[in-house]
């Protein structure tokens, strides 16, 4: 790794960390040596279920199993590349896909019923009714946990489970229920599952659910009796690098302890070792906008969630983040491939894109569930405007880009407002600079897209898959393989900066024009079938 020192000055051959990346879509395994360089690695993909109109689910099952294949997977192929895993492998992190929620049975073992996905926006009768009862309506739990009422959240989704299916009212009153985030669940069933598992989340998992106090970092006692949920369900929460407990047998890896656990935004933070002051924007499924506010807890004025950054051990100083989610960025090009036909395979996009110098007025706004930061309206549906018979297919795919660029852009301004000029960090240009990762940032015109809509730069690491490097950045720091000076170092790998070449008068027009288009979107979530 850049920055680590030795006091042979030669890193140990045979040091491995490993990381559980369970995305929305994917489930991977990383396996990375001293210098945090992969390998191994293993990825599979898995069925993402929709039952209704804005209902997302996914098998537990189905997301354990792929857990187990991507480990055996990655070890097979870094043992064969010369690489002793079983010897060398000292601890494993785990990152995961936020708010996601499922409940479990412990005599059994067996899901409930299928996860809930972070998207599915099944909770809105929920949320309305919530906003109307309590005094503080849509805000009412914003003081203590940092988050709107609303369909993105655990809280929610635990509450229509409770409400709604039988299997889940049963198990809770006779005690038999636990409740997690995906991080509970794999956890509980690395460590032992009916025999001893482990029933434990952590603190940036923990935050997005609702239900935590952000000050004292464990469950909030009032709000839980607000919302009738019983305490004995939840998970032990725990800070994002310590060690949590050792792989049980029957697994590739037994007897390796899980030493690092962190939501995927922010591992993504700790891979990009964002400081206070500094921001990284993730493009997934969605696209997440966090800057670290340091020890301080900044509650936003402009539509952004107040949420943990990091807390790399149970006794470290625990760092904040305000952040913006964007529910649709790289998923819209998923549409265009499979619901539309218009490209065969994602990295397509740009080239298609690139056929036209601009989208010919066209603006597509990927409001599929509704529309998140800064926004936060789940009545608001997907619009795509200004088309004329000039319009191609290529106009629509360069609108798709841009759309995930110009949600990122409304997320900035509204952290610059929050944060103000002593909370953020700039360059010796006085510029602040973006850090950006994730699949879709390998699409350099997306990139020189983003730029010139922020008007300032944007910087792609060398390694763009930060969010398994956070994580293993997290466990390896729990067991000594690096310290923290190693992660927060200068790196010295290459990174490629994307500098913004639009004038400021064609970026304030396209921007009003998006507006426009965004308020298209408002209020259309009961059109007829």
């Given amino acids: 790794m850049s920055g680590a020192k030795d006091k042979d000055s030669k890193p140990p051959q045979e040091v491995y960390v490993g990381s559980i990346d369970q995305g929305t879509s994917s489930t991977r395994f990383l396996i990375y040596d001293h210098s945090a360089r992969i390998v191994g690695s293993h ?18 099952m189905e997301i354990l199993e792929s857990v187990r294949t991507c480990i055996e997977k990655a070890v097979e192929k870094a043992t064969k590349d010369g690489h002793d895993v079983h010897k060398g492998l000292k601890a494993i992190g785990l990152t995961n896909q936020r708010e996601t929620t499922m409940l479990w049975s412990k005599s059994t073992g067996r899901p409930l019923h299928n996860a809930i996905v972070w998207m599915d926006v099944r909770t809105s009768s929920i949320c309305r009714k919530l906003e109307k009862d309590l005094p503080g309506g849509r805000t009412h739990f914003v003081e203590t946990c940092g988050l709107p009422i609303s369909t993105y959240f655990s809280a929610t989704k635990l509450l229509w489970l409770m409400e709604n299916v039988d299997k889940v009212k049963e198990a809770v009153k006779a005690g038999d229920a636990l ?8 956890i509980w069933n690395l460590t032992g599952g009916l025999k001893g598992g482990l029933h434990v989340t952590d603190v940036s998992n923990a935050s997005r659910t609702m239900l935590m106090n952000l000050k004292t970092l464990d469950w909030d006692q009032p709000t839980l009796k607000t919302l009738g949920i019983a305490p004995g369900i939840l998970p032990k929460i725990v800070s994002n690098s310590e060690v949590i407990g050792k792989i049980c047998s029957g697994w590739t890896v037994s007897d390796v302890p899980i ?4 939501g995927d935004q922010h591992a ?4 990009q070792a964002c400081q206070r002051g500094e921001a990284k924007s993730t ?5 997440f906008i966090l800057l670290n506010t340091g020890e301080e807890i900044t509650l936003s004025k ?3 969630l107040t949420t943990l950054a990091f807390k790399l051990g149970a006794k470290a100083p625990t760092n904040y983040a305000l952040e913006g989610s964007i529910a649709i960025a790289g998923a819209a090009v998923q549409w265009l491939r499979d619901s539309l036909g218009i490209i065969k395979t994602a990295s397509e996009i740009e080239g298609l894109a690139s056929e036209v110098e601009s989208t010919g007025g066209v603006y597509f706004v990927p409001a599929f569930n509704g529309l998140f930061a800064p926004w936060w309206r789940d009545d608001a549906r997907g619009v795509c405007i200004g088309i004329t018979r000039f ?3 290529a106009h629509i795919a360069r609108a798709v880009l841009e759309s995930m660029c110009f949600q990122v852009k409304d997320v900035l301004d509204s952290m610059h407002k929050d944060a103000g000029e002593k909370g953020e960090v700039k360059n010796d240009k006085g510029e602040f600079v973006l850090r950006v990762d994730g699949g879709a940032t390998v699409n350099n015109l997306l990139m020189q897209i983003q730029a010139d809509l922020l008007g300032s730069p944007v910087v792609r690491p060398a390694d763009i898959e930060t969010t398994a490097l956070g994580a293993a950045y997290a466990a390896g720091l729990a067991v000594g393989v690096w310290t923290e000076d190693d992660i927060f ?5 290459s990174a490629t900066i994307f500098n913004p070449i639009v004038d400021e008068e064609s970026r304030k027009k396209k921007l009003n024009s998006w507006c426009k288009a965004v308020s298209r979107t408002f209020d259309l979530a009961d059109l007829s079938l």
């Fill in 259 to 262: 030493s690092g656990c962190l």
């Fill in 43 to 60: 990825q599979v993909e898995f069925t993402q279920f929709y039952p209704e109109a804005g209902w997302v689910e996914h098998d537990p």
């Fill in 179 to 186: 409740f997690g985030t995906i991080d509970s669940w794999l």
């Fill in 391 to 393: 319009t191609s297919k």
């Fill in 268 to 271: 993504a933070m700790l891979g």
């Fill in 489 to 493: 170092a200068e790196k010295v790998e």
């Fill in 302 to 304: 402009h539509g952004l």
């Fill in 283 to 287: 493009y997934g499924t969605g696209a």
